[in-house]
Nanobody, 123 residues
Framework: QVQLVESGGGLVQTGGSLSLSCAAS????????MGWFRQALGKEREFVAA????????HYVDSVKGRFTISRDNAKNTVYLQMNSLKPEDAAVYFC????????????????WGQGTQVTVSS
């Protein structure tokens, strides 16, 4: 059983930055593709970013390209999401997810999920 724990959420003003972390345990982290999703109140869970278990393969939803950066440190069993130039529409609960197959952009492609961390963006 892989466990994922997100941290780093909080309240920021429009244009501010946050860095989210997801710590993994109970599995071989280096062999998992990792993704970030978000879900706002009344909305479906939305793909944000993903990174493969090998270097050089990342993918982002168009709305965050140029503002968000996903990265991973396999030695620390941790994946990160650096979020810059935050907008009110970025406000959501952000979830970390792990896939033991390959990179997916759909929630159904991931096997394990964290509990989520709240990101609030004030105007």
């Amino acid at each position: 059983q892989v466990q994922l724990v997100e941290s780093g959420g909080g309240l920021v003003q429009t244009g501010g930055s946050l860095s989210l972390s997801c710590a993994a345990s109970g599995g071989t982290f280096s062999r998992y593709a990792m993704g970030w999703f978000r879900q706002a109140l009344g909305k479906e869970r939305e793909f944000v970013a993903a990174i493969s278990w090998v270097p050089g393969y990342t993918h982002y939803v168009d709305s965050v390209k140029g503002r968000f950066t996903i990265s991973r440190d396999n030695a620390k069993n941790t994946v990160y999401l650096q979020m810059n130039s935050l907008k009110p529409e970025d406000a959501a609960v952000y979830f970390c997810a792990a896939s033991n197959t390959w990179l997916h952009t759909s929630p159904s492609g991931y096997n394990y999920w964290g509990q989520g961390t709240q990101v609030t963006v004030s105007s």
